[in-house]
């Protein structure tokens, strides 16, 4: 039987520098199993929880883990060259570049330069051929022009969406996945709901992008990859899908995107 993907977490805030919590983590993830999910995909967001993502991969439990390296449109202003040599060097669960993109909701870090690490990093997935991983708020326009710019990789997901449907389908239009998190859940997300509602289901990918966002009714909780469960049953309802077509079509997407391991 097909279980649940999370397809975008962040374990590194549980699993510390040294791993000293990774029995912290561990449990974590024997919760995620129990809650019917047996894969997660670490996502890396600067040279030091890039390495973290990797290194977790490591932990031997039930529940199967991948991991991206890449720079977050916060941190764009860090080298980038660490994050580059990591990913050539390689690694038996590496399997994407990100998460990456742009961000004008906050904009720590200039337009020009987060523009300039996302460029870097698109190159970077067509060299390695690894699965591209997007993070875009409020800047789809430019984030679009960049694609189109650089060229989208063959494997390339937007995730946690919080655009419109507008937004989804230029996205779509261009070759990029959708992947949805606990923001769908929340009771002013009703664009991000319209939007969700128009994405193939073979486009579709569930994340929890945890620690943040828990979906409702835990909203305010520390999120972790048990309730991506919770994500996809939301979603499924929406969509007046089942459940279980669901579960298995975005863990088969996600299993596709990141060229995971049959099973």
Not at 33 to 45: K, L, P, S, W
Not at 60 to 78: K, N, Q, R
Request: proline content about 5%.
């Amino acid at each position: 039987m097909t279980l649940w993907t999370d397809a975008h977490c962040h374990l590194q805030d549980r699993f510390g520098s040294n791993g000293e919590n990774a029995a912290d983590v561990n449990a974590t993830l024997v919760r995620a199993y129990e809650a019917g999910v047996d894969r997660v995909v670490v996502i890396g967001t600067d040279a030091a929880s890039s390495g973290e993502a990797l290194a977790i991969t490591d932990l031997d439990g039930p529940v199967e883990i991948y991991a991206t390296v890449g720079l977050h449109p916060h941190d764009a202003t860090h080298e980038i060259g660490p994050v580059l040599e990591m990913a050539r060097a390689g690694h038996p669960r590496l399997v994407g570049i990100g998460e990456c993109g742009l961000d004008y909701f906050y904009e720590h870090s200039a337009r020009s330069v987060q523009r300039g690490a996302f460029a870097a990093q698109i190159a970077l997935a067509h060299e390695l051929d690894l699965a591209l991983v997007i993070h875009a708020r409020d800047a789809f326009d430019d984030l679009l022009d960049v694609l189109a710019s650089e060229g989208v990789p063959p494997r390339t997901v937007v995730h946690c969406f919080t655009g419109t449907a507008r937004d989804a389908q230029a996205c779509l239009e261009l070759g990029c996945d959708i992947s949805v998190s606990g923001v769908v859940t929340f009771k002013n997300a009703r664009s991000v709901r319209e939007a969700v509602m128009t994405v193939p289901l073979d486009r579709l990918h569930v994340e929890t992008d945890s620690p943040f966002l828990a979906p409702v009714p835990m909203r305010g909780r520390t999120n972790e990859p048990a309730l991506v469960r919770v994500v996809g049953e939301f979603v499924a309802n929406l969509r007046g899908e089942d459940v279980s077509t669901l579960r298995d079509a975005t863990a088969a997407n996600t299993a596709r995107l990141f060229q995971l391991p049959s099973r």
